[in-house]
């Protein structure tokens, strides 16, 4: 149990388009999911936490107008990268933390990660 | 503003011998410490997690230690294999919530 997905694996996009990436929890739901970014042979960076039905919250240094995040369902939630340039290219990983999964509350479940390239 | 520092960057180790690595933590309201290890490419993977009210933990060959007082947390691998070559991450958290990760560090396992 405890499986997120992530959809696309990988994304090549030319610079100034807008690409979307979907985080999703399989088999419990996620009343929290956070968006990590991680750039080659560095740590992961949290860039912001994104709570059901409600606004995401931000980290400090994170744009919010060019990484939209939604959380609509306890299940899906979205990560739009806006008018995406080459500096923005880089591997980002959802992970969930869920309630009510008996002895792992505080444990996030990561997705397998998606591989942007902007050209 | 929250902060882990962990060390080493690198560390090799010959098959059989331990393995330690350290971190340090910031934010004195951090009661969770996963550790993950991730492999190229690849999502990172839990592999052993103490909270603040526990000084010590152990799952097989894995250990970790806690010292709230000093904000030190440590991984011990022992009987190392090469498969357990990897990169490790340490975190601090506060209930799972606001991680923040260290450096990493890139463990070599030679046969």
């Known amino acids: 149990g405890a499986v997120v997905s992530q959809h696309p694996s990988w994304v090549i996009c030319k610079s100034g388009t807008s690409v979307k990436i979907e985080c999703r929890s399989l088999d419990f739901q996620a009343t929290t999911m956070f968006w990590y970014r991680q750039f080659p042979k560095q740590s992961l960076m949290l860039m912001a936490t994104?709570?059901?039905?409600?606004?995401?919250?931000?980290e400090q240094g994170v744009e919010k107008d060019k990484f939209l995040i939604n959380h609509a369902s306890l299940t899906l939630s979205t990560l739009t990268v806006t008018s995406a340039h080459p500096e923005d290219s880089s591997f980002y990983i959802c992970?969930?933390?869920?309630?009510?999964?008996?002895?792992?509350?505080?444990?996030?479940?990561f997705g397998p990660g998606t591989r942007l390239t902007v050209l | 503003g929250e902060n882990v520092e962990q060390h080493p960057s690198t560390l090799s180790v010959q098959e059989g011998d331990s393995a330690v690595i350290k971190c340090t933590y910031s934010?004195?309201?951090?009661?969770?410490f996963p550790w993950y290890k991730q492999e190229l490419g690849k999502r990172p993977q839990l592999i052993i997690d103490?909270?603040?009210?526990?000084g010590e933990k152990k799952d097989q060959r894995i250990a970790v230690t806690l010292n709230k007082t000093a904000k030190h947390f440590s991984l011990h691998i022992t009987e190392t294999q090469p498969e357990d070559s990897a990169v490790y991450f340490c975190a601090a958290s506060w209930s799972g919530f606001k991680t923040i990760f260290g450096a990493g560090t890139r463990l070599f396992v030679k046969a």
């Open positions: 994104s709570n059901e039905g409600s606004k995401a919250t931000y």
């Open positions: 934010d004195s309201a951090s009661n969770y």
């Open positions: 103490i909270r603040s009210n526990v």
């Open positions: 992970s969930a933390r869920g309630p009510g999964l008996a002895g792992v509350h505080y444990e996030q479940f």
